[in-house]
């Protein structure tokens, strides 16, 4: 299957330096020079993928990915020349899945491309894991993880995650009371050959527990062991 992606740079030569290369990846290219004209294609006929800079005039990046967060599970990368720490961070809080800095290679997108279409295809057809897992029984209203049919609810309401936060908390779910670090969940989650940043894994555990815990400035279910990494506790 083809995959469209829609490409988010103000820059005509970066842009066109995107398109060319996944071009020639296989990808049905759409581009757009700001975050509004990309919001409206996002609207108009959703994209499979994005690629989003974070400098661009107008409304900004940061503020075009929250957008698309409001309404689509689209996967997304940012693809930006920011370097700072704080700044990936925030990409990745705003809602990002993968953080790319330029300059970059064509060949390093593509990788990132194909191991996040990888992961966001739902793994809600394997038979071997349970259909429904209660993660938190406690409350008026139990928060309960169906793998198969790939939710999240809590009581009759369901949570929307991301793909990936549905990755990560099925992941951790599958070995309730067992640390898994970091790079673990970056090679399961992300994808074995992923290359990126452990730091993606903080970020995406910090808006997983926002939507999950009832106190997430104090966690119960997604607990950090200092030096090891994650681990969920079934209560």
Not at 130 to 145: N, Q, T, Y
Not at 204 to 228: M, Q, S, W
Request: glycine share 6%.
């Amino acid at each position: 299957m083809t995959n469209r992606l829609l490409i988010v740079e103000d820059d005509d030569r970066i842009r066109a330096t995107l398109r060319l290369g996944l071009e020639d990846e296989g990808y049905v290219i759409v581009e757009s020079a700001s975050a509004e004209s990309a919001l409206k294609e996002v609207e108009d006929t959703p994209p499979d993928v994005m690629i989003v800079d974070l400098m661009l005039s107008g409304m900004d990046g940061f503020a075009c990915i929250r957008e698309v967060r409001r309404h689509r599970n689209l996967p997304i990368i940012v693809v930006s020349a920011r370097t700072d720490s704080h700044d990936i961070v925030a990409g990745l809080e705003a809602g990002a899945d993968d953080y790319v800095t330029k300059p970059f290679q064509i060949k390093e997108i593509s990788a990132r491309l194909r191991a996040l279409l990888r992961r966001t295809r739902p793994a809600i057809a394997d038979e071997s894991s349970d259909a429904e897992m209660v993660i938190d029984s406690v409350g008026p209203s139990a928060l309960v993880l169906s793998h198969r049919a790939g939710t999240v609810r809590r009581g009759e309401d369901d949570i929307h995650l991301t793909l990936t936060e549905f990755r990560l908390l099925s992941e951790l779910a599958s070995v309730p009371g067992r640390v898994v670090s970091r790079r673990s969940l970056l090679e399961t989650v992300w994808d074995r050959d992923y290359f990126g940043d452990e730091r993606i894994v903080d970020v995406h555990v910090r808006r997983l527990r926002a939507k999950i815990e009832p106190d997430p400035a104090h966690p119960c279910l997604i607990l950090t062991v200092r030096g090891l990494g994650y681990r969920l506790d079934r209560r």
